[in-house]
């Protein structure tokens, strides 16, 4: 099942892809810990929360929303990490750090289609990842970031 909200319009930049924004969930500041959740076509396979741009949305409104909708989170949106392109899908997404402060027992994407969220150490979720070359390039960057650091 393909998840498309009734009311939901896809916006497009002047390049013609799709308007995307996501979040890398983290149980804590250490960000060693990510919720994932699980992929609306496949139940079986594990994706990075994330979604469509509204018209009127600015990227960390659309990333905060999407870690509610999709992994019935809230919390505190970090740094941003990034612009994503799929060339391949023509998506160009926006990407945030979310710490989360608050898991809800029920959430919509929970109740609409049966979504499920885990946590997955960092090196755990870019493995369950490895069908989605894009999202396992965020866990990269993350990585870079944190060897810059170290």
Partial sequence: MVKEKPNSIRTYDKDGFRRRAACLCFRDQKEDELLLVTSSKDREK???????????????????????????VRGTLGRYLGMFENKEKKH????????????????????????????????????????????????????REQDLVS
Avoid: N
């Avoid at 979504?115 to 989605?132: D, I, Y």
């Fill in 92 to 143: 160009r997404t926006w990407l945030y750090v979310f710490i989360v402060t608050e898991l809800l027992d029920d959430w919509e994407d929970k109740k609409s289609m049966g979504r499920t969220r885990q946590w997955f150490t960092v090196e755990e979720a870019a493995q369950r990842l490895s069908h989605k070359p894009v999202q396992v390039s965020y866990l990269d960057l993350l990585k």
């Fill in 46 to 72: 594990w994706v990075v929360p994330g979604g469509g741009m509204e018209p009127t949305e600015e990227s960390h409104t659309t990333a905060e929303r999407e870690a509610l909708e999709e992994a019935g």
